[in-house]
């Protein structure tokens, strides 16, 4: 049975995801979603050992989010404030920051296991994404943040798609680029940890790239591009809810990311084809 509170938790959070991917793949960030979410599983790992460490903390179930949510937005801010300037290449900043937060979770989890005998706490959410556990007060959380996160874009819609076509343009049109290149660095941060809870920190990051891919394959047009990035991600999103309601061994977090992937191909194989047809006539 599908959970009401689960499913518009996971629509507002992958609408925001949608709306930020447009950005996302104008800037050329696909891999940045990536960094962050796995800083965020580093995070958990640190809260792993600090519940290990004190006893008092033993059974603070919430111990993790936390984590996630400061080691989320520091490394966010760690890989803007690396990335401006060239002081190190994007790319490089991104994978720095994904393979040491990735080995030290991982690490932090074998430890604890040792240790307790059993996984610690939110290690199977944060990886693969348990929409039941998204009880209401959470889903309003997801919500409002999802929301937030939506009103910032459009209010700042235009300084930001400026930004991610034409940085330098941007600059001499009077933009702000240095407090668009950190908002935006914060906004997918935000993203991410809302996410991460609901598809899992690995595969949030599909959420901030094919559903602007996909639309991309099928227009350019900047208006129909976020509205076919808004379906496409509501249509995977809702698809993978259904299939875990009906087969529950089924995580969510795959089952969303496996039907954006298939929408990708459908749209790459049509723009193809219209392509061809095109120039056949």
Request: net charge positive.
């Amino acid at each position: 049975m599908i959970s009401f509170a689960p499913l518009i938790a996971t629509a507002a959070m992958a609408v925001a995801c949608a709306v930020l991917s447009v950005f996302v793949v104008a800037r050329r960030w696909a891999f940045i979603g990536e960094g962050i979410s796995h800083s965020g599983f580093g995070g958990a790992g640190a809260a792993w050992l600090i519940m290990l460490a004190s006893p008092a903390l033993a059974a603070a179930e919430w111990m993790p989010y936390v984590a996630v949510l400061f080691f989320c937005l520091g490394t966010a801010l760690a890989i803007g404030y690396m990335s401006r300037g060239n002081r190190v290449a994007g790319d490089a900043a991104i994978g720095i920051f994904l393979v040491a937060s990735l080995a030290f979770g991982f690490l932090a989890r074998h430890i604890y296991l040792h240790v307790r005998g059993v996984d610690p706490s939110a290690f199977e959410q944060l990886l693969f994404g348990l929409s039941n556990v998204i009880d209401r007060p959470r889903a309003i959380v997801t919500v409002l943040v999802s929301g937030a996160v939506l009103l910032t874009l459009a209010a700042l819609g235009k300084e930001i798609l400026s930004y991610c076509f034409d940085p330098q343009m941007a600059q001499a049109s009077g933009v702000r680029v240095g407090v668009i290149h950190y908002l935006l660095m914060l906004l997918i941060a935000v993203t991410v940890i809302v996410g991460m809870p609901i598809i899992g920190s690995p595969l949030v990051t599909a959420l901030l790239v094919l559903p602007a891919v996909t639309a991309t394959q099928l227009t350019q047009r900047l208006r129909q591009v976020f509205v076919i990035a808004i379906a496409t991600a509501l249509a995977a999103v809702v698809a993978g809810v259904i299939v875990h309601a009906k087969w529950t061994f089924i995580p969510v977090g795959p089952a969303v990311v496996l039907t954006l992937f298939v929408i990708f191909l459908t749209s790459y194989v049509a723009g193809r084809a219209r392509t061809a047809q095109s120039a056949l006539s």
